[in-house]
Structure formats: structure tokens, C-alpha cells
T-cell receptor, first 110, second 116 residues
Framework: GEDVEQSLFLSVREGDSSVINCTYT??????LYWYKQEPGAGLQLLTY?????DMKQDQRLTVLLNKKDKHLSLRIADTQTGDSAIYFC??????????FGIGTKLQVIP | NAGVTQTPKFRVLKTGQSMTLLCAQD?????MYWYRQDPGMGLRLIHY???????AKGEVPDGYNVSRLKKQNFLLGLESAAPSQTSVYFC???????????????FGAGSRLTVL
């Protein structure tokens, strides 16, 4: 079955880069996603990558995909206090199903 | 454009009581989902719908029922609430990005339910 794993917590200083990692098990995943959840709010899509791509860049965000190792990472350059949130990795695998990781809480220290 | 709206935002129930959570979307999306979010568990899919009049079970459907009588609404019901159903519930609707084919979920703000 599908499974998505993430570390629970990451702390970085403002201005540094953050790297959030994720591993997944479903080799048939077509798309992999990063969602952001701010306190008291729902999840918002940050970015996604198609499974035949290695990298996608979107302003301060860089997504790297290693399909062989089933490893996905999200790099946030010049991390700001407004980036403090929970970040969810998700994969689109089986029929109509998107599987989420447990979320990584990013704490940005001023 | 409101997106996905969930009501109520907060509710406290006693064990055995029933209630319905309402999800409404104004984006004409076919697919809608109900998830629950618990500490250390991430989001787990309860039920989903691929269109008006259809529903299907997700990962954790027991104790919940759903209905999709109108395309814009997806209702989640608890017939006899249990403390194990204390959670934050999120509704989402799905669109397919026209250029990439990626499925993109739009989430509501969540409904926090406490069962005593």
C-alpha cells in the first residue's frame, strides 16, 4: 500500500535554507505534492512535481525528486518567519487517492 | 469566490449524540473528500465522492456516513459519536490542472470536533 514518511520537526534560523525530506513507497505515483498548513487553517498547495521530473523551482522553493530512492525534498531558500508552518508531503498513487505524510513542523527562529 | 466552506468550525458533543458536518464548494468540482487530522497521524481519508450522487469509503470510514445529493455539497455524518472521533475534520475538493494533469486539492479551514 501507499505510505509517506516525513520527520516531525525542523528548526532553522531566519535567512537560512530549510530542507524538508519525505520518502514514499508507491512506485506508481504520478505526482508528488507539497502542502503548507498554517495554524488554525486548512492545507494549501505549495507546489507539485511530476514523477518524470528531477527538479522543479518556483521562486524560493526547490523540489528535488529521486525516483530511484523514492525520496522527495523541499528546499526553502532565505527562510522567513512567515514560513513557520506544517509542511505535508503527498503522493497521488492509486485510484482517486492522495496519500499524505504526517507533516513536518517548521520553526523559524528570528 | 469562497472556495471550500465548512460548517460548523467548532462543536462539542456528548458520546452517543449525532451530528452532521457540511462542506460546500463553489468551484464546480466533481471530486470531494473528507479527511480527519490527528496528532502524529497526518491526514487520513474518511470518505470521498467522484460526483453528485456517488460516495466511496476511504481509509477510516467506520462510524461515519456521507451524502452528496448536490454537486456543491458533501455532508459527513456521525450517527453515534465516540471519543475516538475527537479530531479536526477537513473537507477538500479537487480540480485537475489543465496544463499538467496534476490533481490539486483545495481544503476548507477545518471543523474541530470534541466528543466527551
Amino acid at each position: 500500500g501507499e505510505d509517506v514518511e516525513q520527520s516531525l520537526f525542523l528548526s532553522v534560523r531566519e535567512g537560512d535554507s530549510s530542507v524538508i525530506n519525505c520518502t514514499y513507497t508507491d512506485s506508481s505515483s504520478t505526482y508528488l505534492y507539497w502542502y503548507k498548513q498554517e495554524p488554525g487553517a486548512g492545507l494549501q498547495l505549495l507546489t507539485y512535481i511530476f514523477s518524470n521530473m528531477d527538479m522543479k523551482q518556483d521562486q524560493r522553493l526547490t523540489v528535488l525528486l529521486n525516483k530511484k530512492d523514492k525520496h522527495l525534498s523541499l528546499r526553502i531558500a532565505d527562510t522567513q518567519t512567515g514560513d513557520s508552518a506544517i509542511y505535508f508531503c503527498a503522493e497521488r498513487g492509486g485510484y482517486q487517492k492522495v496519500t499524505f505524510g504526517i507533516g513536518t513542523k517548521l520553526q523559524v527562529i528570528p | 469566490n469562497a472556495g471550500v466552506t465548512q460548517t460548523p468550525k467548532f462543536r462539542v458533543l456528548k458520546t452517543g449524540q449525532s451530528m452532521t458536518l457540511l462542506c460546500a464548494q463553489d468551484m464546480n468540482h466533481e471530486y470531494m473528500y473528507w479527511y480527519r487530522q490527528d496528532p502524529g497521524m497526518g491526514l487520513r481519508l474518511i470518505h470521498y465522492s467522484v460526483g453528485e450522487g456517488t460516495t466511496a469509503k476511504g481509509e477510516v470510514p467506520d462510524g461515519y456516513n456521507v451524502s452528496r445529493l448536490k454537486k456543491q455539497n458533501f455532508l459527513l455524518g456521525l450517527e453515534s459519536a465516540a471519543p475516538s472521533q475527537t479530531s479536526v475534520y477537513f473537507c477538500a475538493s479537487r480540480r485537475t490542472d489543465g496544463s499538467s494533469g496534476a490533481n490539486v486539492l483545495t481544503f476548507g479551514a477545518g471543523s474541530r470536533l470534541t466528543v466527551l
